[in-house]
Structures are given as structure tokens and as C-alpha cells.
């Protein structure tokens, strides 16, 4: 971080979700090429993310570096449920010990991370007494476990281990280490093989309508019965999330727009259960 504050004015516009930013690019202007791809993949989250868009992270990486902008995923808020930068506080001491200083852990920024995999302790995302969220890259996760603003000391407070929750956290840990199985492209096609089509069409029989009824029905009831408070930003009006765009099954089986991890991962969970 000191490093990149001295060659780019795009450092402060990280955020605690930023798979790709311009500073990156900056910072990869100081390298020779032949350094990006190390470069990249180890202080950066877009090698994780590419997984999820459904394209390689070396031709990934060739675009953001051109057009730092160029992946979105749609309706990336929705798996947002932290805004403030995610810290461990046994790392962040042994970071003192060791460098001087704490600093923010690329894989705890991940949004499907909520536990240490170093520690198997959950993740601080803000004070548990005054509410008080880390929302500057420039800031730094807090050595001695006291919060800056009202003093007291920081509690990490356990979740509830649960089966979808752990699942979630060894799919999230799969995709950090780059051994993630997601196939986007197998998932569509159990949502064509269902329907029994898979080409958009202008217009729909009865009876296609109605199968396409049947499955969005069957989705949105198992996904209302989740828990996933831990994972999904909560909607306004304490809506249901089957009722979030982002989780219609006919907008992701003939779409090309990326999805965020948790979106994927929920309905891939659900397809391939289905399928057994």
C-alpha cells in the first residue's frame, strides 16, 4: 500500500469488494509484464472472481489492465453484506509483531469469507459496541483489538455453524486457492434440460410457461428457507430474496451478464441437489 500511494492517486478508491480498480493498473506499469500475472494474482481478487464470470484469469487480466472497468457483475450489491474492510484480529496482531504494522488480508476481503482460515475465527467487520465500520483502505485493521472511535475492545462473535454455512466457506476457500469446480455453462445447461429448450424464444406455449413457472417456484421456496443472513445484503422491506432479479432462473440460464459468487454458488447448490 505504501508502494502503490507513492505512484498512483487511485489508491483511496479501493474498496473492500474490489476485485479490479485502477490503481492496480498503475501499480502494474511499475513491472515488467512478465511480472503482472504473479503480480495480480497474489494482491488482487480477480483471479477468484474470473471463476465466477466464467473466463480465464490470464485473459482477464490482459483487459483489465487496457479497460480496468471492463468486468462487472450485475447486481454485485446483493452479496455485500459488509461494507467496511474484514479483518481477523489474531492476524492483525501477528502482522504487528512481524512488520510493524497491520494490514488489511486480501482473502478476508472476499465477500463468501467470513472466517480466518489461518485462525478459525470469524471475521470483524466493524465495532460490536458502537457500530463504527473500517471503510478506508488507507485506515488499517486495529493491532491491539481497541476500536479507534469509542475505545472499547472489538469481540469477535461467533456464527452458527451450519451446514449451507460451511459449504459456503469450503466452496470460498476453493476459490482462493484456484481449485474451485464451477462450470457456469454445465449449470445453464440443467436449467435448459429442464425447461426442454435452450434458446431464448420471443414466445412460449402454455406448457412451457408453465414448466418455467414450476422451477422458478420450486427455487424460490428452497432459497427462503435459507439462512442467509451471513451472505446476502439484506432487501428493502425485509423482502424475500426470491423475489431479487439477480435469482431468476430464466434471466441467468439465457443471459450472459455475470453473477456475484454467492448467486452462483446458491444456484448451483440448488441445481446439482435437485439433480440427485
Known amino acids: 500500500m505504501r508502494v502503490a500511494k507513492t505512484v498512483s492517486l487511485n489508491v483511496s478508491k479501493i474498496s473492500n469488494e474490489s ?37 480465464t484469469f490470464d485473459s482477464l487480466l490482459s483487459d483489465q489492465i487496457v479497460k480496468p472497468e471492463k468486468l462487472q457483475f450485475k447486481y454485485e450489491k446483493v452479496g455485500q453484506v459488509s461494507a467496511g474492510w474484514k479483518w481477523c484480529s489474531q492476524c492483525a496482531k501477528e502482522d504487528e509483531m512481524q512488520h510493524g504494522f497491520a494490514y488489511w488480508h486480501r482473502d478476508h476481503q472476499f465477500s463468501l469469507k467470513n472466517r480466518c482460515s489461518n485462525h478459525d475465527e470469524r471475521l470483524l467487520t466493524s465495532c460490536n459496541h458502537c457500530g ?5 483502505v488507507l485506515q488499517g485493521p486495529p493491532p491491539h483489538g481497541d476500536c479507534v472511535k469509542c475505545a472499547k475492545g472489538l469481540r469477535s462473535i461467533d456464527l452458527p455453524k451450519t451446514e449451507l454455512g460451511l459449504w459456503l466457506e469450503n466452496a470460498a476457500n476453493r476459490a ?87 448467486v452462483i454458488l446458491l444456484l448451483s447448490r440448488f441445481l446439482e441437489d435437485e439433480s440427485c
Not at 422451477?215 to 423482502?239: H, M, S, V
Open 19 to 55: 476485485y479490479w480498480r485502477p490503481v492496480y493498473t498503475d501499480v502494474l506499469k511499475q513491472y515488467l509484464p512478465k511480472f503482472h500475472y504473479g503480480v495480480a494474482k497474489e494482491n488482487t481478487l480477480l483471479n477468484v472472481f474470473s471463476q465466477f464470470a466464467g473466463v
Open 132 to 136: 463504527y465500520e473500517y471503510l478506508s
Open 176 to 262: 482462493l486457492d484456484g481449485s474451485s469446480e464451477i462450470n457456469i455453462a454445465a449449470l445453464k445447461a440443467i436449467v435448459h434440460e429442464r425447461y426442454g429448450f435452450d434458446k431464448l424464444k420471443r414466445n412460449w406455449s402454455l406448457a412451457e410457461r408453465k414448466q418455467i413457472t414450476i422451477q422458478q417456484r420450486a427455487f424460490g421456496e428452497w432459497l427462503d428457507g435459507l439462512n442467509l443472513t451471513y451472505y446476502l445484503a439484506q432487501l428493502k422491506n425485509n423482502k424475500p430474496y426470491s423475489q431479487h432479479l439477480v435469482f431468476n432462473l430464466s434471466s441467468f440460464a439465457f443471459n450472459q451478464h455475470a453473477l456475484p459468487p454467492v
